[in-house]
């Protein structure tokens, strides 16, 4: 009889207890957009982990692995750089995230600074395959790029801008492929040669050179004011029927809170934006 | 072409252990080929799996200095290629750098893709080189997340090692064999050569001076099988044969002695009439010599006519030749001898038999001697 309240303190205890142990073994995983990731996701899942106890893991690859990897389930949400497609199945919900604009990068020893759409649509079209033609040394241009279709986000925002509605081929004289924006600009920190289009809150993180568009360069400022020209959004994805965990966490990253977070991570927010 | 019995053996013995050598040269070969190939995609495996996992924090972070470990890997020399692939088979990092784009096997992509689990690898066999694909696994060190597959990496390792190795293996069962078959030929042709060849070329060398009209030889009796049995039986044959031809020899004296010891003349012709034994009385009676004699026709150097009527006489051995039967001259008969003068003569001519039935070739002619008067001349 004795041992009756020690017992019923003990189950009592454990009721209690196991929710919060429950809660604590929450962990949300993503992956997605290059750019995403070290532009805001990074700093904002941190952030989110310490404020909610969430253990969060989330990973680059590139918008179309990200969205990949959430269609097979192994991911609870993705980043993309690029808007909702036909091809993407039903149950896709995407939110935007933040605001991000589409720049070109060079090796930090390249004397070339700027560089207009038409020179760039004259590069991915394997016209211009020298950067003596853009003003720089006589050095054979190589302009970094993925498969058609796995340039997300990129993709979408050069055919959007520059390539009048297509997106980048391979040219075999010009171009070299490699995996995601993330890669694409490493290769441009160590290739003198190397070219490459990429977002540009990937790029101020790289030590490379953004090249001004049209004698604009491309800053949290002129993004926001909208003279430097080539502006996108940046978006999560989840399922539908996605857990009340990853929701709260895309609502928290929409939330004033979070987009104030986004704007001092040095990111054009979408509150920056009327 | 004409091969002694010792090149024979010989060449058998190196026919021999030609093959054998080949055979066991061909074994090892698939035996060796087999353990190194097994060693070579251990390795390959063992390599991937340890670039796999250097590479995965990297890959995570999408950070190029982290995924540097391939060119580490890429130092040891039989790696021709390493790359690291994207969850999506896109290039993220490779070495050498201007293979970034060799695209990989759609096979490996397919079966890497079925099968995701931590160890597994897929390799392909390309000839000259082995591709081995091993899945990049992201361990985030937290119970809370599982272990997520973030990408490949693709090994390609020479299989130069292989093709030296067996290369090395030919070589030297070549130069084993060569010397096996030199040691296993001066050898066994030593102990063939010993007790066999000898042996046989003993009796061989015997029985040629015996067609050569010498006795054949007493050969060593070396082994007690059945060469050595041949061997002895060979020596008794031999020891037999030399004891009759002695008893030959010495019955054939003596009967030649008895011939020429006769009182009478004595010729001996063979079938066809020519004269093979002429004795001593012969050559006084009728003027030729034994040595002028024999191997004359008999009618040339044994003439008799009637001593009445001067009339040749048939010579009583073509009788004999042609009836077989003893025939003895009639009276009256003379011998006209070499110098021309007559003898008066009785005779009588016999074959001689080998066996009792068979006349042989000697037709002895048996001319005997006359009454007291006259002298007698036997032909056998």
């Known amino acids: 009889m004795g041992k009756s309240p020690c017992l019923l303190v003990s189950l009592l205890f454990c009721f209690f207890l196991s929710p919060r142990l429950t809660a604590a073994a929450e962990s949300l995983v993503g992956s997605g957009c290059s750019v995403s990731v070290p532009a805001y996701l990074a700093d904002l899942a941190k952030e989110y982990e310490k404020e909610t106890g969430v253990k969060m893991l989330v990973m680059g690859g590139g918008s179309m692995r990200g969205l990949k990897d959430l269609q097979e389930g192994s991911m609870d949400f993705a980043a993309s750089c690029q808007s909702k497609t036909a091809e993407d199945p039903e149950d896709f919900e995407y939110s935007m995230a933040s605001w991000d604009a589409l720049v070109f990068i060079v090796n930090k020893s390249n004397p070339v600074n700027s560089i207009t759409p038409g020179q760039v649509r004259e590069i991915y079209e394997g016209r211009i395959n020298n950067w003596n033609e853009l003003g720089g040394p006589n050095l054979k241009l190589v302009s970094i790029i993925s498969t058609p279709k796995g340039m997300g986000g990129i993709g979408e925002a050069l055919a959007q801008y520059v390539l009048n509605g297509k997106r980048p081929q391979e040219r075999k004289n010009s171009s070299m492929q490699a995996s995601s924006v993330a890669i694409w600009e490493q290769l441009v920190e160590e290739m003198r040669e190397g070219f490459a289009s990429t977002g540009f809150g990937g790029a101020r993180k790289r030590n490379v050179k953004m090249l001004k568009v049209n004698g604009i360069a491309p800053t949290k400022s002129t993004i926001i004011s909208g003279e430097y020209p080539f502006r996108r959004p940046l978006f999560l994805v989840i399922k539908k029927n996605a857990k009340p965990e990853v929701r709260k966490f895309v609502n928290f990253v929409r939330s004033s809170r979070g987009q104030s977070l986004i704007s001092s991570y040095g990111m054009p927010s979408i509150t920056d934006i009327k | 072409m004409k091969l002694s019995l010792k090149a024979k053996v010989t060449v058998f013995i190196a026919a021999v252990v030609i093959i054998v050598i080949a055979v066991s040269t061909f074994l090892s070969i698939s035996a060796n080929t087999m353990s190194i190939e097994r060693e070579v995609l251990a390795r390959g495996v063992a390599l991937s799996e340890a670039l796999a996992r250097s590479v995965s924090d990297g890959l995570a972070a999408e950070n190029l200095n982290l995924i540097k470990h391939v060119e580490n890997i890429v130092h040891t020399k039989d790696v021709l290629l390493t790359q690291v692939f994207s969850t999506l088979w896109l290039g993220v990092?490779?070495?050498?750098?201007?293979?970034?784009?060799?695209?990989?096997?759609?096979?490996?992509?397919?079966?890497?893709?079925?099968?995701?689990?931590?160890?597994?690898?897929y390799s392909i066999d390309q000839g000259d080189w082995t591709d081995i694909y091993h899945t990049i696994m992201l361990d985030p060190h937290d119970a809370r997340v599982p272990k997520l597959s973030i990408g490949y990496v693709r090994l390609r390792v020479t299989r130069e090692a292989v093709s030296a190795a067996v290369r090395q293996t030919v070589v030297n069962n070549i130069l084993a064999g060569i010397l096996l078959t030199l040691i296993a030929v001066i050898f066994l042709n030593a102990l063939i050569a010993k007790y066999v060849i000898r042996p046989i070329l003993d009796l061989h060398r015997s029985v040629a001076k015996h067609k050569q009209g010498e006795f054949p030889e007493t050969v060593p009796v070396t082994t007690s099988d059945e060469i050595g049995e041949l061997s002895s039986e060979f020596n008794e044959m031999s020891r037999a044969l030399r004891e009759r031809e002695t008893k030959l020899a010495e019955e054939k004296e003596r009967l030649s002695v008895t011939l020429r010891s006769i009182g009478d003349a004595v010729i001996v012709t063979d079938l066809a009439g020519t004269v093979t034994l002429f004795n001593k009385v012969a050559e006084h009676l009728t003027g030729w010599s034994a040595q002028e004699a024999v191997g004359r026709p008999l009618s040339e150097i044994f003439h008799i006519i009637n001593d009445k009527t001067r009339e040749r006489r048939e010579h009583p051995v073509d009788k004999v030749i042609t009836t077989g039967m003893i025939c003895g001259l009639t009276n009256h008969t003379a011998l006209l001898?070499?110098?021309?003068?007559?003898?008066?003569?009785?005779?009588?001519?016999?074959?001689?038999?080998?066996?009792?039935?068979?006349?042989?070739?000697?037709?002895?002619?048996?001319?005997?001697?006359?009454?007291?008067?006259?002298?007698?001349?036997?032909?056998?």
Do not use: M, Q, W
């Open chain 2, 337 to 380: 001898r070499r110098d021309g003068a007559e003898i008066i003569i009785e005779d009588s001519a016999a074959p001689v038999r080998d066996c009792p039935h068979r006349r042989t070739g000697p037709f002895p002619l048996l001319p005997t001697e006359g009454r007291s008067s006259r002298d007698r001349v036997r032909f056998y």
């Open chain 2, 93 to 121: 990092a490779s070495v050498p750098a201007d293979r970034l784009n060799t695209p990989p096997d759609p096979g490996a992509v397919e079966y890497l893709k079925s099968h995701p689990g931590e160890h597994d690898y």
